[in-house]
Antibody, heavy 121, light 110 residues
Framework: QVQLVQSGAEVKKPGSSVKVSCKAS????????ISWVRQAPGQGLEWMGG????????NYAQKFQGRVTITADESTSTAYMELSSLRSDDMAVYYC??????????????WGQGTLVTVSS | QSVLTQPPSASGTPGQRVSISCSGG????????LNWFQQLPGTAPKLLIY???QRPSGVPDRFSGSRSGTSASLAISGLQSEDEADYYC???????????FGGGTKLTVL
């Protein structure tokens, strides 16, 4: 069955960067786009951006442009999200989500378990 | 401020039917299909309804979705205690070139 397994919780200092991984199994990695969605404590879901492995290009939400980098490694079926210049309001649970097709605009059928990123001095 | 608008809360008693609305615009709900996710406490979101009114395998037919113009709604009939969760609507936005979500609706089963 399809599984998206994310890396573990992180504690980071303000101004630093964090890189979260999302390893996919149970499907052909290059056949599906991967998005990253975050959820601040007690808040709703927010799309950060995504990548279509078969095209190798990433799209980012305007809010995160210049601060987020999303990549994918087909050899290990793993997607990555790196967020830089961390601030206290970046503290959130970060999820990866698989699109049902190769295009980012295809709906999400599977989600990772989430990775808590804490930003604290 | 979320691009899609949902009521922050909804409630019902066991067996009742409840409905959750989601309002958007021409660049999102008006031109792309709408999806609903259920998020149980402390867990990742789960796909509940896709393409406006389609249920993935395993989702009970108590859950149904509809879309009209730039609005959509999720209906839950025969409400059960395990339906207590947060519900989010989501759609692709052609103007923003990305996914937009509603702010979420917390459903309480009284």
């Amino acid at each position: 069955q399809v599984q998206l397994v994310q890396s573990g919780a992180e504690v980071k200092k303000p101004g630093s960067s964090v890189k979260v991984s999302c390893k996919a199994s149970g499907g052909t990695f290059s056949s599906y786009a991967i998005s990253w969605v975050r959820q601040a404590p007690g808040q709703g879901l927010e799309w950060m951006g995504g990548i279509s492995p078969i095209y190798g290009t990433a799209n980012y939400a305007q809010k995160f442009q210049g601060r987020v980098t999303i990549t994918a490694d087909e050899s290990t079926s793993t997607a990555y999200m790196e967020l830089s210049s961390l601030r206290s309001d970046d503290m959130a649970v970060y999820y990866c989500a698989r699109s049902v097709g190769q295009q980012l605009f295809s709906y999400f059928d599977y989600w990772g378990q989430g990775t808590l990123v804490t930003v604290s001095s | 401020q979320s691009v899609l608008t949902q009521p922050p809360s909804a409630s019902g008693t066991p067996g009742q039917r409840v409905s959750i609305s989601c309002s958007g615009g021409s660049s999102n709900i008006g031109s792309n299909t709408l999806n609903w996710f259920q998020q149980l406490p402390g867990t990742a979101p789960k796909l509940l309804i896709y393409s406006n009114n389609q249920r993935p395998s395993g989702v009970p037919d108590r859950f149904s979705g509809s879309r009209s113009g730039t609005s959509a709604s999720l209906a839950i009939s025969g409400l059960q205690s395990e339906d207590e969760a947060d519900y989010y609507c989501a759609a692709w936005d052609d103007s923003l070139h990305g996914w937009v979500f509603g702010g979420g609706t917390k459903l309480t089963v009284l």
